[in-house]
């Protein structure tokens, strides 16, 4: 029985070049590959494979949200998630939502495979260079503080995200004042640069 994964990448040249590695290997099946996390879910939900090896920043959800809700859902699909962002606090928050595997696109290619079927075994696959680390410094932020500080990093208003959210400009205010707070920044630009350096966003 081959390993049957399903590849999520934004970047077409990438995901093409996973799919070719991994399709090389006797032992191991693309049966879907996804540019965007909401057809990461859908694929999943519809083929349900063994495994999905996903990016983390990707169009309309990231692989951390992925990983989450196939968790919520109760899904039986293991997550190994590679990426360019060598940073504990990504890697805490893979492993908090459910990713068995974190692995960092330059490591060399011949780890991937192996990766793979050690998650299939029910075994962890992390980056050496960041497992010591993983469980450093804990992320302060609530997960609407970081969905609001994310979206003001990005320069977009209050008003703008308390439509997006149905809240009220105050409460969204009063978010951003408690993760500034927290991160002692003095602004939400400067809140949201710590977040994201410490892989929290």
Same mark, same amino acid.
């Given at each position: 029985?081959?390993? %049957?994964?399903?590849? $999520?990448? !934004?970047?077409?040249?990438?995901l093409?070049?996973?799919?070719?590695?991994?399709?090389?290997e006797g !032992?191991i099946?693309?049966? *879907?590959?996804?540019?965007? #996390?909401? @057809?990461?879910? /859908?694929?999943?939900?519809? &083929? /349900?494979?063994?495994?999905?090896?996903t990016?983390?920043e990707?169009p309309?959800?990231?692989g951390l949200e992925?990983?989450?809700?196939? /968790?919520?859902?109760?899904?039986?699909?293991r997550v190994?998630i590679?990426?360019?962002?060598?940073?504990? #606090?990504?890697?805490?928050?893979a492993?908090?939502s459910?990713?068995?595997?974190?692995?960092? /696109? !330059? +490591?060399p290619?011949?780890?991937? $495979? *192996?990766a793979?079927?050690?998650? &299939?075994s029910?075994?962890? =696959?992390?980056?050496?260079?960041l497992?010591?680390?993983a469980w *450093?410094?804990?992320?302060p932020?609530? !997960?609407? @503080? %970081?969905?609001?500080?994310?979206? =003001?990093g @990005? #320069?977009i208003s +209050?008003?703008?995200i308390?439509?997006k959210?149905?809240?009220?400009e #105050?409460?969204?205010r009063?978010?951003l004042?408690?993760a500034?707070?927290?991160?002692?920044?003095?602004?939400r630009?400067?809140?949201?640069?710590?977040?994201?350096?410490?892989?929290?966003?």
């Amino acid at each position: 029985m081959k390993i %049957r994964v399903i590849i $999520a990448e !934004d970047q077409s040249m990438v995901l093409g070049a996973l799919a070719a590695l991994l399709e090389s290997e006797g !032992d191991i099946e693309v049966v *879907g590959q996804a540019r965007n #996390g909401m @057809e990461a879910l /859908k694929l999943v939900r519809v &083929h /349900k494979p063994d495994l999905l090896l996903t990016d983390i920043e990707m169009p309309e959800i990231s692989g951390l949200e992925v990983a989450a809700e196939l /968790k919520r859902e109760g899904l039986p699909v293991r997550v190994i998630i590679l990426t360019t962002f060598a940073r504990a #606090g990504y890697l805490r928050r893979a492993l908090d939502s459910g990713a068995r595997g974190y692995l960092l /696109k !330059d +490591s060399p290619a011949s780890e991937l $495979a *192996g990766a793979v079927r050690r998650v &299939h075994s029910g075994m962890r =696959a992390v980056a050496p260079e960041l497992a010591a680390e993983a469980w *450093g410094e804990n992320d302060p932020l609530t !997960d609407r @503080e %970081r969905q609001i500080l994310r979206l =003001a990093g @990005e #320069g977009i208003s +209050s008003a703008a995200i308390a439509a997006k959210f149905r809240l009220s400009e #105050g409460t969204v205010r009063n978010y951003l004042s408690e993760a500034m707070s927290k991160l002692g920044a003095s602004n939400r630009v400067e809140a949201a640069r710590i977040a994201r350096q410490k892989g929290w966003l």
